[in-house]
């Protein structure tokens, strides 16, 4: 593409060279320049992309883009931007012919929820017989590929690359997690939302990298509906008055607040064969009563937010009902079938706080016991450990400690320090240091009416033990141990 059609509709200086010329890609790590590309400069927290220019210039970049002056002998074009990180967005979206003009956008944003709600928003999109991709914390998902994500919401570059091959595949709509850090720096500028979501908003994600302040959060979070045109808000959160604050989209609300567009008149909790879930009828737009397969009274939060939103584009209750009454996130409370006399769940808890919100959670289904299988990462905070250990030693009638990612640790080591945690209570357990045998032992001494939780990996599909990262799929794992045990329902 000719760089003066990359740079359509930015402000820019030619400090050097012409725009007349034919770019092959951007980048913006100066090791995947290849020839004819360009090298766009970005300014991080702790990395500064101005100091790695000679070294794309010799990987074959004939473009360079900055937001510094730069003195360069080389034989090729400078563009000095005002800010290159936000530039990289309308960069992008021009390089890949803008493509999320092209299909309908949707951007969740919130402290919680935002993983579960875009999987319940694609389920139902999905049972209305549409076609939908997904960017998110689990990656990115489009038809059958999937590709893994550092950062819940990718780089701009990435995100427009992404939503390209979305366009070429004829996906109808891009479900996309978008956290205050991607709207802070500016990786989702130049795209309009057809639809903006709010979840909730808690105490999180402030320090040092993150955000200065709550005031600073909350701001962050709320630019996103200052480029959506519909706006979907969770009205019984505190700072909801302040989300919608210079909001430019037309607003919708969900809740238990019989204001809400759309409530919450009834939930309860609901475990029948096959789901571990709630029961919950609504009132305002949508006056029904639905099953959600996922555990927890605030489970009716996330599905009010996705029937409302899906409602707005225009799916059927039915589509609803159906997609949330089946609905398994990968590695979120996620019910694997085994057996009809107990219940195992998969789910991503890997530190105190989310220890104690599901095993809180479950135990309001009067389980004959709760089991924990868990271990925690090597290479991380000692505190982890501590705490884990000591809220499944408090909450759980059983654990099963066992390894996680122990990466370059000793699996034995991270499990003393797990004991460390549930010594501080009357906590029964076993130790079992390989994972799968440590499952296999929850299967074999199983009782009717157990809910068995297996923490921490949730969705990752891989175990990092001395910097290798090996399969594991813990569903996978669980259907070779029911075939090794020859097990019958």
Known sequence: MLLKDVLKNINYEVVKGNIDVEINDICYNSKNVKENDAFIALVGHNIDGHKYIEDAIKNGAKVVFVEKDVQLDSDVTVIKLNDTRRSLALLSSNLFDNPSKKIKMIGITGTKGKTTTTWMIKRILEEDNKSV??????????????????????????????LKEMVDNNIEYAVMEVSSQALKLGRVDGITFDYGVFTNLTHDHIGDGEHASMEEYIECKSLLFKQSIHGIFNIDDNNYNKMINGCTCDINTFGYDKKANLYCDKVELLREKGIIGISMTTGGVISDTFKINTPGTFSAYNAMCAMLTTFLIGCSIDSMKKALSTIAVKGRVEPVSISDKFDLLIDYAHNGVSTESILTTIREYNPKRIVTIFGCGGNRSKDRRYEMGEVSGRLADFSIITADNSRYEDVNDIINDILIGMHKTNGKYVTIPDRKEAI???IVNAKEGDIILLLGKGHEDYQEINGIRKPFDERVIIKEILEELKYNK
């Open 133 to 162: 991709g997904v960017i998110g914390t689990m990656g990115v998902f489009i038809n059958d590929k999937h590709y893994d994500l550092v950062n819940t919401t990718p780089e701009s570059y990435d995100i427009h690359k992404y």
């Open 440 to 442: 296999k032992y929850s």
